[in-house]
């Protein structure tokens, strides 16, 4: 009998606030190449770079996330974060994950700027070795992967680049354009902008 090949399972950890296209196409991109069977989208409660930021509730970019994904068969949502306490480190989260989906081989998926600074976040030598690293690397843009390689000894061999188009859209800029009341139409999933719209989230205090 063949040995049974593992499965492939990319990990999307982010804040989510909101889901947009540009989200959707990095996953896509990053499952097709690395030949992912599947990617488990992880939405953070508690993002410890993100500690000075005010978050949307959980409850509504989980809502929004479940809009986005809700016609991607390939495309999943991981409860692990939800009612774990404290900030959530992606070396924990991998922790966790790991005997769930075992023996799958994992890769957590993340942009070319996060991975220039992946030597600094809470235990990277743990994260690479719990997965290897997919990704999104931007055109024009040269990640370092040997230095980040001597920094964080278990990446060594365990970073996959795949180019991806350039996409000028963030979470940020929608949430700024809906203060500002700029369309955000073809930014977002249309089931996104309803729920915004209908929710009032990122509208200045006294406007929702």
Same mark, same amino acid.
């Given at each position: 009998?063949?040995?049974?090949?593992?499965?492939?399972?990319?990990?999307?950890?982010?804040?989510? *606030?909101?889901?947009? +296209?540009?989200?959707?196409? @990095?996953?896509?991109?990053?499952?097709?190449?690395?030949?992912?069977?599947? @990617?488990?989208?992880? =939405?953070?409660?508690?993002?410890?770079?993100?500690?000075?930021?005010?978050?949307?509730?959980?409850?509504?970019?989980?809502?929004? +996330?479940? =809009?986005?994904?809700?016609? @991607? $068969?390939?495309?999943?949502?991981?409860?692990?974060?939800?009612?774990?306490?404290?900030? #959530?480190?992606?070396? *924990?989260?991998?922790?966790?994950?790991? $005997?769930?989906?075992?023996?799958?081989? +994992?890769?957590?998926?993340?942009?070319?700027?996060?991975?220039? *600074?992946?030597?600094?976040?809470?235990?990277?030598?743990?994260?690479?070795?719990?997965?290897?690293?997919?990704?999104?690397?931007?055109?024009?843009?040269?990640?370092?992967? #040997?230095?980040?390689?001597?920094?964080? $000894?278990?990446?060594? *061999?365990?970073?996959?680049?795949?180019?991806?188009?350039?996409?000028?859209?963030?979470?940020?800029?929608?949430?700024?354009?809906?203060?500002?009341?700029?369309?955000?139409?073809?930014?977002?999933? =249309?089931?996104?902008?309803? !729920?915004?719209?209908?929710?009032?989230? !990122? +509208? $200045?205090?006294?406007?929702?």
């Amino acid at each position: 009998m063949a040995p049974t090949i593992p499965r492939r399972i990319g990990i999307f950890g982010g804040t989510f *606030d909101p889901i947009h +296209l540009g989200h959707l196409i @990095v996953a896509s991109e990053l499952r097709f190449a690395l030949k992912l069977e599947r @990617v488990l989208f992880v =939405l953070a409660p508690r993002p410890p770079h993100k500690t000075a930021q005010e978050i949307s509730d959980y409850d509504d970019r989980l809502a929004m +996330l479940r =809009l986005a994904l809700a016609s @991607v $068969p390939d495309f999943e949502i991981s409860a692990t974060e939800h009612d774990r306490p404290g900030l #959530s480190f992606t070396a *924990d989260t991998l922790a966790l994950l790991s $005997p769930e989906l075992a023996p799958a081989r +994992l890769f957590f998926l993340m942009g070319g700027d996060s991975l220039r *600074d992946f030597p600094t976040w809470h235990e990277p030598d743990r994260i690479a070795t719990l997965a290897e690293l997919g990704v999104a690397a931007r055109p024009n843009v040269e990640p370092d992967v #040997s230095r980040i390689e001597q920094e964080v $000894p278990a990446a060594r *061999d365990r970073i996959h680049l795949v180019p991806v188009p350039l996409i000028g859209i963030s979470s940020r800029e929608i949430r700024r354009r809906v203060r500002a009341g700029e369309p955000i139409r073809f930014q977002v999933p =249309l089931t996104v902008e309803t !729920y915004i719209r209908a929710r009032g989230l !990122y +509208l $200045p205090p006294g406007q929702s």
